[in-house]
Structure formats: structure tokens, C-alpha cells
């Protein structure tokens, strides 16, 4: 790939003012204009309240996406997500048409960001904001990470079977630590326990040692200053907020200490000062997504944890957690593939601590290898984890239970690379060790999405997998989410939630098509509520039956229109579907399906009736 930085004109800066912000010449920018594609009540700022994500009309929003990505682990384009605006165009155009997304976790480096200690880099600076608009010029929400994994690729050598990311080169050299070796390793995260190098640098990060925890925060408020800055007042109201640390362990624990201890006395105190930095810089009505002990939730390896003794978060902080099935990824624990509700517990486990806490969860990292002697159980992996997202009830049990559904959760699927499979990475900077294949980053190998010959982004995975229906938008409250994407395990097709015999009318119209319902209880809020309509519901052949009405082919929106269809802001061609009530406190619901080809009145209008009963009945 081409050296971005090279061809970067340097943003010119000047250092100001005690806490040496950085300004960008010139003044702040001038609000951008709509986005193609908008309607009144889109592109407000989201806050947290009520412990879910809000936005300005009141509504209750899910978020639903990938990280982008690992390539900002590598140095070929040094520590960025994308070679060029350009590509982060086409890769933003892509998510959103292609793998349903709203929002996304955006990767930052550190080591580039200030690569001389108290130097800050603003050419990638300036490279890293102008990718973020790319994003959220296409209607993606954004939230930014400063990553990191086995805190450094310096720690590792030449010859190295593996490499890190995210402190800089001097960080490293100021620890002398000693030479990395992780013994017997099968996967890479294994260093973070078992590398003795690894394992020092962490504990040095947590203890502040020769004031890396100060320089790091600097360095945070610095960038959080100038993504402020040079993006429009629409696009900043498009970031979410900052996620200041990925996967935080504490290296090593002092005598007497436990993971439960550690993350009271060092990790709860940098995010409150990591919150202190971004009400410095201007990110005051932004939340803070703060990750507990990475094992906290771990199905093999797990620790005390979840950031227990914290207090009540609130709406200046998210609940910030990741999962992947450790059983699953080892081909050892786990032999077979995932089954039906085989994740709803440990997603339960999410929503649980984050209501304990008094605030929103996002489950910001989520997936499976594609490659791999494992490879072959990521159909059922990804289905399950996305069946728990949705709801806390299994599909068998679904329709027996769904008044206990609980909140459908916000995530970010790992991960969204399009140079996936075409990358040319030296790793370690090892002239001998050229990385093209996956994701040229420790044999991972988990992108959703890859470049074809043409240039053109191309799913590698199912397409009904991961183009999903998902409340973006809720009225009100949602009481129960159910999606049957019907996606498939090579050619056989998955359906985990029928809809059952006592239903006989609903079963006739959704018949082998994917299908959701919806049941939301509604607030008086005067936008609609939308749900993303995957490419596999063309419009004109999708059909919703619900208590506002029945309709095939929804017509365009409008404010006098109860069941409708309108583009999703951006540009890109994607589509929701906007069900419009004026009042206070009654139970609504919508099945939303592409099972039935110009469904009869009469078939419509007893499924209507169906519904009607289950919801009385179920919901009350």
C-alpha cells in the first residue's frame, strides 16, 4: 500500500494555552450540509438516558456495525484504517449498502499519533479525521478506540512468531523490558498472560511508570481536540464518543491484589481521568465506552470483574465489553458448531451489569475466524451471537417469552477490512516475513468484507447473516425484538425461530422468507420508528403487518403516513422502514416480512388478527 503520510500535505498547527490544545489553522468549520437522504428528525447527537442510547427526538437507538479495522494495526499504512480517503469512501459506501451498519468503532494508533514523546504527528491527525468524515458523511455514526494488543509491536523481534500494536517505539524503550518469548503459545492471546515482556509493559501502563499513563492522556486529548476541530459541527454530532483503551489487563497483579481490586484502584481512576480529558476537549455531552478487565466475561478464561465497584455509570459512560466463544475459537473445547441460544446467557450477562450500572452497553467487538481449522463454525458463531444481541430468549422459546426479550443490544462486529487478503505487511519489520493473506496480523483472518479483482467490496460472509433487520430508531421503548435471517451453513438454511403452527396465518405469509416483529410500547414522540431494511427486502415486495395497519410495498414517507419506506441518510442507497404514532403509553407491534408475493387482503388482515391476540396475550 501506499505511505498515506508521504502524500499528506502537514496540517499546520499552533500549541496554545496551558493544557497545549491543538488548534487547527484557520476557524472551526462551517456546518456541513444535509446528508443526501435526510429527513427532519435525522442526524441529532446521541446522549445516554434511561440506560439506552437517545437521540434528540427522544428515541431509543440501537447500533449495529463492524470495526474499522485491524489494518490499524499495521504498519503498511502506518497505524491508519485506509490507504486514502478514497478507500474509506468506498468502504463506508459499502458497510452501510452492503452489511446493514449505523455505526462504527474506529481504530487509532498511538504509536503514530505521537510517535516522538510530547510530538504530536498532524498529518495523521489530519489523515485519521478526514477518514471519520468519510463515515459520517455516509450516515455512520462513529466511535473512536485508541487500540492496542500486546501493548506494542516493539516488544517483539525480528523473528518473532508475533506482534502487537499500540504503544510507540519510545514507550517501549523507556521499560527495558526483557527479550518477549511466550513459550508454548497456540494463539496469540496467549502472550497477553504468558509473555513476560508483555505482561511488564502492562503492569508499567497501569502504574503509570516513567509517566506513560501522563503522556498517553495528553496524547488523548490532543487528538480528541483536533477531530473536534477540523470536523464539520454535523459530522462531530455524529461521534458517539471515545473509547479509550481496548482490552485493558493488568499485566500482572500485586501482592495481595486480585482483578476485581485492580480495576477499582488503576482502571476505574483512568477513565475518570480519561472523562476529565474529554470534557478538556470539548467532548463534554459524549460518553466515555470503558471496557472492564478483558476476562471479565471469558468462557475459558475469566476473571472477577465488569467494573463492579464502580458505582452508578450514567450517562457519561457505556458498558463497553467484547466476546468471542474461546471454546469455539480452540477447536478443542468446543467440537460442534453453535446451537440455538447458545450466546443469550452471556449477552444476558451484558445487559445485566450494564442495568446495574445505571447505563447502555455496546458489545463493541464480536466474531469469528473465517480461515482456520475452526473456520467452519462461524455460520452458526455469528448467528447466535447476533440471535443474542436482538434478545435475551432463545428462538425456540421466542414466541412462548417474548414479553422477557430485554433490550437489544448495540454492536460492532470484528471486523471490516477491504484490503483483506491483499495487504503487504512486513511484520516486525521483517524484510523476510511479507504478510498478504487474511489479515496479515497474527494468522487472524476475520473480515467480513474484501476487495474483488475489479476493486469492488465483496461479503465474505452471508450476506442475510449480516444485512439485518434491527430497531435503529424505537418510539418509545422496545419490549420484545426477534429477526429470523434465515441465513445458512453452507447450503443448508438456518432457522432457529420459526414462527409457530398456533399461529397458522402469520406462518402462511412469512412461509420460508426471513421475517421480524417488533413490539414497542410508545412515548409521544413525534419522529418515526424505524427499522433498517436489509437489500433483501426490496421495497416493493416487503410487507408489514401491524396495529398502525397493513400494507405490501410500503409507500414513500411522509408525516401523514403511518407505514412507510425512506432511504437512510448518506448517499448510499440503503433503506428504512418508518412506522409513524402519536401517542403515550400504548403497546404497538409490526411483523416485517419478505416470505409472502402480493399477499391477499384476507391472508393480511387474519394475520393482523393473530398478531393481535399473541401480543394481548404475551405482552398485555
Known amino acids: 500500500m501506499p505511505n498515506i503520510r508521504a502524500r499528506l500535505l502537514a496540517v499546520l498547527v499552533v500549541l496554545c494555552g496551558l493544557c497545549g490544545f491543538l488548534t487547527a489553522a484557520g476557524s472551526y468549520a462551517a456546518t456541513a450540509a444535509t446528508l443526501p437522504g435526510s429527513l427532519s428528525f435525522d442526524g441529532t447527537a446521541l446522549t445516554v438516558s434511561g440506560g439506552r442510547f437517545v437521540d434528540g427526538n427522544g428515541r431509543e437507538v440501537v447500533l449495529r456495525g463492524y470495526n474499522v479495522s485491524g489494518e490499524t494495526k499495521l504498519a503498511e499504512n502506518d497505524g491508519l484504517p485506509f490507504a486514502s480517503v478514497a478507500d474509506a469512501k468506498k468502504s463506508a459506501t459499502a458497510l452501510r449498502a452492503l452489511g446493514g451498519g449505523n455505526s462504527v468503532r474506529f481504530l487509532l494508533s498511538w504509536a503514530y499519533a505521537e510517535p516522538v514523546r510530547g510530538q504530536y504527528d498532524t498529518a495523521y491527525l489530519a489523515a485519521a479525521t478526514a477518514q471519520m468524515g468519510a463515515f459520517l458523511d455516509a450516515g455512520i455514526r462513529v466511535y473512536p478506540d485508541f487500540h492496542q494488543d500486546l501493548y506494542s509491536r516493539y516488544l517483539f523481534n525480528e523473528g518473532s512468531w508475533y506482534t502487537g500494536d499500540g504503544a510507540p517505539q519510545w514507550a517501549v524503550d523507556l521499560g527495558g523490558y526483557p527479550a518477549e518469548s511466550c513459550g508454548i503459545c497456540i494463539l496469540w492471546g496467549q502472550n497477553i498472560t504468558q509473555n513476560g515482556a508483555v505482561k511488564k509493559a502492562q503492569y508499567d501502563f497501569w502504574h503509570n511508570a516513567y509517566g506513560l499513563q501522563d503522556s498517553f492522556l495528553s496524547m488523548a486529548q490532543q487528538t480528541m481536540t483536533y477531530v473536534r476541530q477540523n470536523l464539520t459541527a454535523e459530522q462531530f454530532a455524529g461521534v458517539l464518543g471515545f473509547d479509550p483503551y481496548n482490552e485493558p489487563y493488568a499485566g500482572s497483579y500485586d501482592s495481595g491484589q486480585a482483578s476485581r481490586t485492580w480495576e477499582r484502584d488503576l482502571l476505574w481512576p483512568f477513565y475518570v481521568k480519561f472523562r476529565a480529558r474529554m470534557d478538556a476537549a470539548g467532548w463534554t455531552d459524549k460518553p466515555a465506552f470503558v471496557e472492564p478487565n478483558l476476562f471479565w466475561n471469558g ?63 455496546v458489545v463493541s467487538e464480536f466474531g469469528h475466524p473465517l480461515n482456520g481449522s475452526t473456520a467452519g463454525k462461524a455460520p452458526t458463531v455469528l448467528k447466535a451471537m447476533y440471535q443474542a444481541l436482538d434478545s435475551r430468549v432463545k428462538g425456540v422459546t421466542w414466541w412462548t417469552t417474548p414479553a422477557v426479550s430485554g433490550p437489544v443490544l448495540s454492536g460492532s462486529q470484528w471486523q471490516w477490512d477491504i484490503y483483506n487478503g491483499r495487504h503487504h505487511e512486513l511484520m516486525n519489520d521483517n524484510p523476510d516475513k511479507l504478510l498478504t493473506t487474511g489479515d496479515a496480523w497474527n494468522d487472524e483472518d476475520l473480515s467480513a468484507v474484501r476487495l474483488d479483482d475489479s476493486g469492488t467490496a465483496t461479503l465474505r460472509q452471508d450476506a442475510r447473516l449480516l444485512d439485518r433487520i434491527y430497531p435503529s430508531a424505537t418510539s418509545g421503548t422496545t419490549v420484545a425484538f426477534t429477526y429470523e435471517d434465515r441465513s445458512r451453513d453452507g447450503s443448508t438454511t438456518l432457522t432457529w425461530n420459526p414462527v409457530p403452527s398456533t399461529l397458522p396465518n402469520v406462518a402462511s405469509l412469512v412461509g420460508s422468507g426471513q421475517y421480524s416483529v417488533l413490539v414497542w410500547r410508545s412515548n409521544g414522540g413525534t419522529a418515526p420508528t424505524e427499522l433498517h431494511l436489509p437489500a433483501s427486502f426490496p421495497t416493493a415486495a416487503t410487507t408489514v403487518v401491524s396495529d398502525l395497519g397493513t400494507v405490501y410495498g410500503p409507500p414513500a414517507y411522509s408525516s401523514t403516513t403511518k407505514i412507510a419506506a425512506a432511504v437512510e441518510p448518506g448517499g448510499t442507497g440503503s433503506r428504512r422502514l418508518l412506522l409513524s404514532t402519536s401517542d403515550t403509553g400504548a403497546v404497538h407491534y409490526a411483523l416485517v416480512t419478505n416470505g409472502a408475493t402480493a399477499p391477499s387482503a384476507t391472508l393480511l388482515a387474519a394475520a393482523r388478527t393473530e398478531l393481535a391476540a399473541w401480543v394481548a396475550q404475551k405482552v398485555g
Do not use: C, P
Open 299 to 361: 468462557n475459558v478464561s475469566k476473571e472477577e470483574g465488569g467494573l463492579l465497584d464502580a458505582g452508578t455509570l450514567g450517562s457519561r459512560y457505556v458498558f463497553n465489553t467484547h466476546f468471542y466463544d474461546q471454546k469455539a475459537i480452540s477447536g478443542i473445547l468446543m467440537w460442534g458448531n453453535a446451537e440455538n441460544g447458545q450466546y443469550v446467557t452471556d449477552f444476558g450477562t451484558v445487559r445485566d451489569r450494564a442495568a446495574a450500572a445505571g447505563t447502555t452497553a
